[in-house]
């Protein structure tokens, strides 16, 4: 890497197949509640228990693009890292995450085109092992050529 690259980058010179880079973080309720803020999202389901409770899930759950900011983040700080540029997104909800939840995120490199720096990255959540999200994300990846 050069030295004028930023730290966290991966150019697209060094990225290979079937690289993964993961982070996990706790759900609160201040992220839930701050995310609706940024949002306007104000989805009882997300912020009211009483509400929540009444509904299929049982109780409060976090936005599903909460959850899938998380993936952004290992794309954003790991995998390309900083410098890289989101093209595109596929998302499946599978589960809730709820308040107090332990998200693991994590990407992993599937197909890759150099000459276009574009990289396909699989995407996953899970809670406990249990998968909450899953999708793929179309990058572009930055370069020494480029910098």
């Known amino acids: 890497m050069l030295d ?3 730290r966290g980058t991966i150019c697209i010179e060094d990225i290979e197949m079937g690289m993964t880079r993961d982070l996990k973080k706790i759900v609160t309720h201040e992220d ?5 803020r940024v949002t306007t999202d104000h989805n009882p ?21 909460l959850t899938a900011g998380l993936i952004s983040a ?5 995998l390309p890292g900083h410098g890289s540029v989101y093209l595109g997104q596929s998302l ?10 332990m998200v693991h995120a994590k990407v992993t490199v ?13 995407c996953l959540c899970s809670v406990d092992g249990k ?3 899953v999708g793929e994300a179309n990058v572009l990846a930055p370069s020494r050529k480029f910098d």
Do not use: S, W
């Not at 290992?74 to 790991?78: A, D, L, R």
């Open 45 to 65: 389901v997300h912020l009211d228990d009483a509400y929540a409770q009444d509904t299929i899930f049982e109780g409060r759950i976090a936005h599903g693009m």
């Open 4 to 6: 004028n690259m930023p």
């Open 32 to 36: 839930i509640e701050l995310f609706a």
């Open 131 to 133: 998968r909450v999200l």
């Open 92 to 101: 499946k909800f599978i589960a809730p995450v709820r308040p107090g939840d």
């Open 74 to 78: 290992v794309i954003g700080e790991q």
């Open 110 to 122: 599937i197909d890759m085109n150099i000459a276009k720096r574009r990289v396909k990255l699989d």
